[in-house]
């Protein structure tokens, strides 16, 4: 591992691939849509590490990140996690965008449109 290698570290390269086997519905919904640059040809990752977090889906590009939240994101301790986390990734230059899940569902069109906003 390079000295200043901070994206897709070796320890974290078992964990990404689990999650990229077991996509959640609305993951897997929005990644019909980004895989192989499908959306105005832009190279999205999913199950990218950053540091030590996993984050769904990353545009280098971009140096944009879309998270999906389920539930679990509205527990006190994980939204404290959250915000912590989303501080220390936006520190490195990158834009945090968070959807709920069933927003993918409700709101497909809106979704993608407020991720092709935030494109330089």
């Known amino acids: 591992m390079r000295q200043n290698q901070i994206h ?3 320890y974290l390269t078992y964990r990404r691939r689990s999650l990229r086997n077991n996509l959640t519905p609305a993951e897997a919904k929005l990644w ?3 895989k192989n640059s499908g959306f105005h040809d832009k ?4 199950q990218h590490s950053i540091e030590n977090y996993i984050v769904d889906f990353y545009c280098p590009t971009e140096k944009i990140i879309i998270e999906l939240d389920g539930q679990v994101h509205f527990e006190p301790a994980q939204m404290q996690y ?8 936006t520190e490195l230059g990158n ?3 968070r959807f709920e899940n069933k927003l993918i569902f409700k709101d497909l069109e809106g979704v993608l449109q407020q991720i092709k906003n935030n494109f330089r």
């Open 82 to 89: 959250d915000m912590e986390r989303d501080k220390r990734l």
């Open 8 to 10: 897709n570290v070796n």
């Open 95 to 97: 834009t945090i965008l």
């Open 43 to 46: 190279k999205f990752r999913r």
């Open 32 to 34: 019909s849509i980004l």
